[in-house]
Structures are given as structure tokens and as C-alpha cells.
């Protein structure tokens, strides 16, 4: 049973650059996490969709974040133009909302801007 | 203050040793609690969920949780190398919300 996958698993690019992270939720899953991964600051919730729709975009840093999903088996988040303060790990989970259900992470993309 | 509290560590054991790891929350709303395990440059994977107070077993993990003192802890029986990771526990509350600890550093010396 395939888990949540993302791409790329890294990703280095220069300042002012457009980044655009992939992930494919677990079938049937309902909802959709993105998170950000820093040692200061731990896992920060960026946003999460319930059946494609955004529902809670408050994590979202600055308008140079969008997320998109277009369809229940794809997500996309975009950073444009990227900086430096945004290297991370970028983390995936969907889950199944309604049915108390634990989150299922992907394997992240790492992300290096330079 | 945060929602819930997690020591950071980090923590050095020797192999065969138990492992305690524990958190703790403020909010009341909180029904299940997961605890997950991150192996360096891997996503966290699910290690236990359980909703009751009480104890919930599986091979040498064992959670608990305590909702009147608002306390959960994981522990791990002959700990191995292959335990050695970041753990983080995690709340979910009735409004579907993921609260996360910010995860304990645990090294298992062989």
C-alpha cells in the first residue's frame, strides 16, 4: 500500500527562484497537511485542505507561499520567489478527517536555497 | 504557553535500557494522542495511537496516557540502536486540529 509521496526529496535552488513541491496523499484520504520542518522551530503547520478545499491557510508565512489541489490525489505547494529564511524540510500528510484518524507523513522535501 | 510540552532532550541510553518519554498538555479538548518516530532525513511514522486513558501495548512500546493530570508517555522496553531517532508525540483534538510536541532526541549506545 503506497504512502504518501513527495518530490522531489530535494531540491537547491538560488534566491529569487520559483519552487514548487509535489505530493500525492494516500488513496481515500480526505484531508491534506503541509507542514515545514526547522530545528528552531519544529513541525509549523502551513496548511491543510479538506476534500481540495483550503480550510486553514493561517500558517501560511508570506504571499510568496501558495498551495494548491487540484484533485484529491494531488497537491502542490509553490514558493515564489524563495529566499534563504525558507530552507526546510517540507513534510506531506493526509489523513481520513471525520474518522479521528492519525496522520500519515511523506518522506519530505528538502529545501535549499542559497 | 504551548499547547503541549515536550523535552527536547537530548537522551543517551545504553542498549537494553527502558526509555521513558513524555508530554504534556494544557488542553482539554484533547482525545487522541499519537506518538510517532522520525529516523534522520525521514518523514515521522506513526508509532502508537490510542484515544482512553491507560496503557496501550505493542511489542516493546507501551503508551500511556493520563487525561486527568494531562500527561502521556511512551516507553520503550529493551531499547535497541535501531530505536535510536527523534520522537514526537501528537493531540488531536475534537475540531480535528494536530498538535505536535517538538520531539525528543533519543541516541540507544550499543
Known amino acids: 500500500d503506497a504512502g504518501v509521496i513527495q518530490s522531489p526529496r530535494h531540491e537547491v535552488t538560488e534566491m529569487g527562484q520559483e519552487v514548487t513541491l509535489r505530493c500525492k496523499p494516500i488513496s481515500g484520504h480526505n484531508s491534506l497537511f503541509w507542514y515545514r520542518q526547522t530545528m528552531m522551530r519544529g513541525l509549523e503547520l502551513l496548511i491543510y485542505?479538506?476534500?481540495?478545499?483550503?480550510?486553514?491557510d493561517s500558517g501560511m508565512p508570506e504571499d510568496r507561499f501558495s498551495a494548491k489541489m487540484p484533485n484529491a490525489s494531488f497537491s502542490t505547494l509553490k514558493i515564489q520567489p524563495s529566499e534563504p529564511r525558507d530552507s526546510a524540510v517540507y513534510f506531506c500528510?493526509?489523513?481520513?478527517?471525520?474518522?479521528?484518524?492519525?496522520?500519515?507523513f511523506g518522506n519530505g522535501t528538502r529545501l535549499t536555497v542559497t | 504557553q504551548k499547547e503541549v510540552e515536550q523535552d527536547p532532550g537530548p537522551l543517551s541510553v545504553p542498549e537494553g535500557a527502558i526509555v521513558s518519554l513524555n508530554c504534556t498538555y494544557s488542553?482539554?479538548?484533547?482525545?487522541?494522542f499519537m506518538w510517532y518516530r522520525q529516523y534522520s532525513r525521514k518523514g515521522p511514522e506513526l508509532l502508537m495511537y490510542?484515544?482512553?486513558?491507560g496503557n496501550k501495548e505493542d511489542g516493546r512500546f507501551t503508551a500511556q496516557v493520563d487525561k486527568s493530570s494531562k500527561y502521556i508517555s511512551l516507553f520503550i522496553r529493551d531499547s535497541q540502536p535501531s530505536d535510536s531517532a527523534t520522537y514526537l508525540c501528537?493531540?488531536?483534538?475534537?475540531?480535528?486540529?494536530?498538535?505536535f510536541g517538538t520531539g525528543t532526541s533519543l541516541t540507544v549506545i550499543p
Open positions: 488542553n482539554s479538548a484533547f482525545q487522541y
Open positions: 485542505f479538506n476534500n481540495n478545499v483550503p480550510i486553514d
Open positions: 500528510a493526509s489523513t481520513w478527517t471525520g474518522a479521528n484518524s492519525p496522520l500519515h
Open positions: 490510542t484515544y482512553s486513558s
Open positions: 501528537a493531540m488531536l483534538d475534537t475540531g480535528n486540529q494536530f498538535y
